[in-house]
């Protein structure tokens, strides 16, 4: 026979947190990453008016998005 069965150790609150904080800055920097290049690169391919254009959807797209994240109405 062996001895008794060992249960698997879990990390810490500390740990999975540190790890958790790490994951949503990462995801943060990446997401803002890649909307400043596809800001730039649209900027080299559209026109200036279609740009704008683009800024104002991007702006009233961001504005709604956070009006609905408070779930007013």
């Known amino acids: 026979m062996s001895g008794p069965a060992v249960p698997p150790s879990r990390p ?21 990453l890649l909307s400043t290049l596809v800001g730039l690169a649209l900027a080299r391919i559209l026109t200036p008016g279609d740009f704008g254009i683009q800024a104002a959807v991007v702006t009233i797209t961001a504005f709604f998005s956070t009006v609905a994240d408070l779930a007013i109405g």
């Open 12 to 32: 810490g609150l500390r740990a999975v947190l540190t790890r958790g904080v790490a994951w949503s800055a990462a995801a943060n920097a990446s997401a803002g």
